[in-house]
């Protein structure tokens, strides 16, 4: 088996090794994979967060030992880069841009130095509003995983990451987390709200707020109202998304 790590800011990962098929997901920096399989220029990979398996480019990881890429993946998230933007340094002191929730305590591994903020280890649940308002406006990407492109259950996803928690990568997958509960009045702010799609099948998910409103990654990362039926979009004026269940995951 050989191991990977991210040395850059942001790469993608494809679902089939072609750049022009769909994302399936993305690495930040300092997060870590095994490697499946190789092809030519293209690698298949495992995401140790969350399991997600998909296409990298040759050039874009750099190869980790088996005993180095165990002490680089605890069994939580911890260290990741709190700022919107930060820098870290290379050996040759060239800067290497690290967007919000990075593995940044995996810098020394890549003989890189970084100075700025991490998230505290084990953030409680109330760090939770806190994160999720950093990624606030971000603009809506299938398959981002960033502040600058991000889909609904990824936005879920690393904000609980940042928090020192790990939750899958679909909303699907989220949903079969957590403690489920019977009415949204037992709700409290953190916890995950799920949604039915078009077939009935749950492809959507934000995050409780408190005094009924829900964040969520659908055009941009923005906030709206939510109650038993869903989440009601005021510019709208309508339910956009119909609730399935709330989860509690904390």
Known sequence: MRYGICPLSLVPVYESPDAGSRLATQLLYGECFKVLESRKAWHRIRMHLDGT???LRDGQFTELEKDTYSQATP?????SAADLIGHLSTDKDLLIPVLLGSDAANAALLNHRYEGEVFPSGAGKDQ????ALLYLNSPEMEGGRSPFGIDAAGFTQMVYKCCGHSLQRTPAGQATQGTALS???ESSPGDLAFFDGPDGAINHV?????????IHAFGQVRID??????IFNPERRNYTHPLRVIKQIL
């Not at 939770?128 to 994160?131: P, Q």
């Not at 934000?206 to 829900?214: F, Q, T």
């Not at 109202?225 to 869903?230: A, Q, W």
Request: net charge negative; charged share 15%; proline share 7%.
């Open 53 to 55: 398996e998909g296409w």
């Open 75 to 79: 069994q939580v998230p911890v260290g």
């Open 128 to 131: 939770l509003v806190a994160t």
């Open 183 to 185: 009415f949204i009045e």
């Open 206 to 214: 934000g995050l409780i707020l408190p005094e009924n409103y829900v």
């Open 225 to 230: 109202r939510i109650d038993h039926t869903g």
